[in-house]
C-alpha cells in the first residue's frame, strides 16, 4: 500500500525537487548554442584529471583517518570526544574562501611548514589535495559517527567473547555494518572535493582544477563555453554516484524480512547435569567457577559473589538488579571496580574476553546482519568445521545455512546463536535471558529444548532470568540478586523450599503468602488455629516464620486436611479461581470448573513439599 502524504507535503516536496531539477533542463537548448571550438581541450582535460585524482586522493586519505576518527567519536563519550567532534565539523559552517585563509597559514611559504617543503604544499598538486581534504573530510566524519553510533556495542561484545581482538572485531564486524552509510559519507566527499573552488583557488591557483578552470574559462570566454567545460564535471559525478547506488543496491538485496513463529508453554522439574567433551561421548565435565565484583555504573552499585562447582547455573533477579552486567563482567565485557574471576583455578580477571574461552550469547542473540548462517558458524576462532556441521543438523538449521537472520523468526534466531557459541571449545556459556522475547507457547517449546542441549554440552551454563520457574527447569544451583546485592545462593530445591526472606521467596514466585509460628521441625501454627505441615530442612520451634505456596498446588476435595472458608469464586479460562480464607490467611485456589460446594466452606489438601517458609525473627 502506498503511503498517503498530509496534503501540504506533496506541494513542498514538489516545490523543492522542480526547482533542484529545472537548471538541469534549462542547459538543454545551450547544447546548441554553446560554442564549442573555442574551448581548449587540452587544458580542459587536464583540469579535469587533477580534480579527479586530487578528489579520488584526499577521499582515500580522508577514509584513512576518518573512519577511525568517526569510530572514535561514536564510541567514545565524554566531554573530550564531544569537543573534538564539534572541531572537526567547524570546516563546514567556514566560507570556503575562510578555509583557504586558514589553510595559508598553515601551509604558507611564510608559515614554519611552507619553509620546510620550499613552498611545496601551495600551488601543487599536493596543495589541493590538502585544501580538499580540510573543506570535505568533516562529512564522511559525521556519516561515519552516525553510522557506528547506531551499531549495537552488543555485536562487538559477541565477537570479542567468540575470540576475535579489537582490530579483527572492527574489520569484521563494525565496519561492515556502518559499511552503507559511510559509503555515503565517501561519496558526499569525493563530490565535495571534485567540486571545491573557494579553498582550492587560495592555496593552490595552479595547476588549475576543474572549478578554478571554469571561474578562468568564464571570465576570459563568457557564458557561451561553459557548458562544453561542465560537460566533464556532470559526466564524473554521474558516473561515480552510479557506482555507489549500485553497490548500494547490491548490498540492500541481502537479507530478509523476520517472520515470528508460535508454540506452547509447560514447565517440568530440574534434571540432574551430566554432560560429554564430544556429542556421542561420555566423558563428563566439572567446572569449577568463583566470582566476587563490585561495580558501580551510571550510580547503579553492584556487589556479588559466587563459588560454585555446579554445571548449571542460574541467575534469577529482577530488571535492574544485575544480572546481565554480573554476564558481563564474568565474560569481561565490562571492568570491575574490583573483585576476581578463576575457572578451575585459573585467574581470568585480568584477560581480554577475547581470550577468556567463554561464549555468550546477549538477550537479543547478537547475531551479525551481514552474515548468513553458515557464516555465523565460521566466524568464531577456533570453531570446529565437525562441531558447525554436527549443531546446524541438531538445532534444525541445515535448509537455512544460507538465510541471513533477518529471514529468521525469533526461535531460529535463538537457536543459531546457541550453535555458534557450540562451534568452539569453551568451558562457560552465558545465556542472558535467552527466551525472553519469544511468546509464551515459544517459550516453553524452546526451554525444553535447552534443558535437552544443556544434557549434551561440554560446558557449564550461567542463565540470567527473572522467571523462576525457567530457573528450576535449567539450572541445578541459583544466585538470587537485588538491587545488585547478592540475597541467596545454593542448590535449586533448597532455595525455593527455604528462601533467605520475603523479598528472596516473592522474587522464586511466592503467592499465597501467610505468617505464622514454627511449632515443630515440620509444623507451622497459622492464626486462626490451624496447623500446617511442612517439608524439607527442619524448623525452629518457637520462632515466627512466613510461608506462600502456590494456588495450583493447592487441591479442593473432600477428604482434604484443612478447613476453609470460601470467600469468592471467578471463572478464568478452563478453571474456577476460588478466593478462600485458610485461618486468618487469604489463599487463591485453581479449581477444576466440575468442582461444587452446597456450602460457604470447603476442605484443602496442600502438599507439604510445595511450601516454601522462611524465617522473620
Known amino acids: 500500500m502506498t503511503p498517503r502524504l498530509p496534503a501540504p507535503l506533496p506541494w513542498l516536496a514538489g516545490l523543492l525537487a522542480v526547482y533542484l531539477v529545472v537548471p538541469f533542463i534549462a542547459a538543454v537548448p545551450q547544447v546548441w548554442l554553446a560554442d564549442w571550438r573555442s574551448v581548449d581541450m587540452a587544458a580542459l582535460g587536464r583540469a579535469t584529471a587533477?580534480?579527479?585524482?586530487?578528489?579520488?586522493?584526499?577521499?582515500?586519505?580522508?577514509?584513512?583517518?576518518?573512519?577511525?576518527?568517526?569510530?572514535?567519536?561514536?564510541?567514545?563519550?565524554?566531554?573530550?570526544?564531544?569537543?573534538?567532534?564539534?572541531?572537526?565539523?567547524?570546516?563546514?559552517?567556514?566560507?570556503?574562501?575562510?578555509?583557504g585563509i586558514l589553510l595559508l597559514f598553515l601551509l604558507g611559504y611564510r608559515s614554519p611548514l611552507g619553509r620546510l617543503t620550499d613552498g611545496g604544499l601551495t600551488d601543487s598538486f599536493a596543495g589541493i589535495v590538502l585544501a580538499e581534504i580540510?573543506?570535505?573530510?568533516?562529512?564522511?566524519?559525521i556519516a561515519a559517527r552516525s553510522a557506528f553510533?547506531?551499531?549495537?556495542?552488543?555485536?562487538?561484545?559477541?565477537?570479542?567473547?567468540?575470540?576475535?581482538?579489537?582490530?579483527?572485531?572492527?574489520?569484521?564486524?563494525?565496519?561492515?555494518l556502518a559499511w552503507p552509510t559511510t559509503r555515503s559519507g565517501l561519496l558526499l566527499a569525493w563530490l565535495r572535493g571534485f567540486g571545491e573552488f573557494g579553498a582550492t583557488v587560495m592555496v593552490a591557483y595552479h595547476p588549475y582544477s576543474l572549478p578554478v578552470y571554469t571561474y578562468v574559462a568564464f571570465g576570459s570566454q563568457g557564458l557561451p563555453t561553459m557548458l562544453p567545460v561542465l560537460v566533464p564535471a556532470l559526466a564524473a559525478a554521474l558516473i561515480v554516484m552510479g557506482l555507489s547506488s549500485a553497490s548500494a543496491r547490491r548490498a540492500s538485496a541481502r537479507g530478509g524480512k523476520a517472520a515470528?513463529?508460535?508454540?506452547?508453554?509447560?514447565?517440568a522439574q530440574a534434571d540432574p547435569c551430566r554432560r560429554h567433551s564430544r556429542p556421542g561421548s561420555d566423558a563428563a565435565v566439572v567446572v569449577d567457577l568463583a566470582f566476587q565484583f563490585q561495580k558501580q555504573l551510571n550510580g547503579f552499585e553492584l556487589d556479588v559473589a559466587w563459588s560454585t562447582r555446579a554445571c548449571r547455573l542460574a541467575i534469577?533477579?529482577?530488571?535492574?538488579?544485575?544480572?546481565?552486567?554480573?554476564?558481563?563482567?564474568?565474560?569481561?565485557?565490562?571492568?570491575?571496580?574490583?573483585g576476581a574471576l578463576k575457572l578451575n583455578g585459573r585467574d581470568m580477571s585480568r584477560l581480554p574476553p577475547e581470550l577468556r574461552g567463554i561464549a555468550y550469547v546477549p538477550q537479543n542473540y547478537g547475531l551479525f546482519p551481514h552474515l548468513t548462517i553458515a557464516q555465523h558458524l565460521r566466524f568464531p576462532i577456533g570453531a570446529v568445521p565437525d562441531m558447525a556441521r554436527h549443531w546446524l543438523e541438531r538445532l534444525g538449521l541445515s535448509d537455512l545455512k544460507d538465510r541471513?537472520?533477518?529471514?529468521?523468526?525469533?526461535?531460529?534466531?535463538?537457536?543459531?546463536?546457541?550453535?555458534?557459541?557450540?562451534?568452539r571449545p569453551a568451558d562457560l556459556i552465558l545465556l542472558d535471558e535467552p527466551l525472553s522475547a519469544l511468546d509464551a507457547p515459544l517459550r516453553a517449546r524452546l526451554r525444553r529444548e535447552l534443558r535437552d542441549l544443556q544434557r549434551?554440552?561440554?560446558?557449564?551454563?550461567?542463565?540470567?532470568?527473572?522467571?523462576?520457574?525457567e530457573a528450576a527447569l535449567l539450572a541445578d544451583e541459583l544466585l538470587v540478586l537485588e538491587d545488585g546485592r547478592v540475597l541467596q545462593t545454593g542448590p535449586v530445591e533448597a532455595v525455593f523450599s527455604r528462601p533467605a526472606s520475603e523479598v528472596a521467596a516473592r522474587l522464586l514466585g511466592a503467592e499465597n503468602v501467610g505468617e505464622g509460628i514454627a511449632v515443630a521441625d515440620n509444623q507451622i501454627a497459622i492464626e486462626g488455629g490451624a496447623i500446617l505441615m511442612v517439608a524439607g530442612p527442619p524448623l525452629r520451634p518457637g520462632k515466627r516464620v512466613g510461608w506462600s505456596v502456590r494456588p495450583e498446588r493447592v487441591r479442593l476435595c473432600a477428604d482434604g486436611r484443612y478447613e476453609a472458608r470460601i470467600e469468592s469464586i471467578a471463572a478464568i479460562g478452563g478453571a474456577r479461581d476460588v478466593l478462600?480464607?485458610?485461618?486468618?490467611?487469604?489463599?487463591?485456589?485453581?479449581?477444576?470448573?466440575?468442582?461444587?460446594?452446597?456450602?460457604?466452606?470447603c476442605r484443602l489438601e496442600i502438599d507439604p513439599g510445595s511450601i516454601q517458609v522462611w524465617q522473620l525473627d
Do not use: C, M
Open 50 to 99: 587533477v580534480s579527479v585524482g586530487s578528489a579520488t586522493l584526499a577521499t582515500g586519505l580522508i577514509a584513512l583517518g576518518g573512519i577511525p576518527l568517526g569510530y572514535l567519536l561514536a564510541r567514545e563519550p565524554g566531554r573530550a570526544a564531544a569537543t573534538l567532534g564539534f572541531l572537526v565539523q567547524l570546516p563546514l559552517a567556514l566560507p570556503p574562501l575562510a578555509s
Open 134 to 141: 580540510f573543506v570535505a573530510a568533516p562529512f564522511l566524519i
Open 149 to 176: 553510533a547506531s551499531i549495537d556495542p552488543v555485536l562487538e561484545g559477541v565477537a570479542a567473547t567468540l575470540g576475535h581482538g579489537r582490530l579483527a572485531t572492527f574489520l569484521k564486524v563494525s565496519l561492515p
Open 260 to 267: 515470528v513463529s508460535q508454540a506452547v508453554r509447560s514447565v
Open 316 to 338: 534469577l533477579g529482577p530488571s535492574g538488579s544485575g544480572k546481565s552486567l554480573t554476564l558481563r563482567l564474568i565474560a569481561g565485557l565490562e571492568r570491575p571496580d574490583a
Open 404 to 423: 541471513f537472520p533477518g529471514a529468521l523468526s525469533l526461535g531460529q534466531q535463538q537457536r543459531v546463536a546457541l550453535a555458534r557459541a557450540l562451534v
Open 456 to 469: 549434551e554440552i561440554a560446558a557449564t551454563t550461567i542463565i540470567v532470568t527473572h522467571d523462576p520457574e
Open 580 to 601: 478462600v480464607r485458610f485461618g486468618v490467611t487469604p489463599l487463591r485456589v485453581l479449581a477444576d470448573p466440575s468442582w461444587r460446594t452446597p456450602t460457604n466452606f
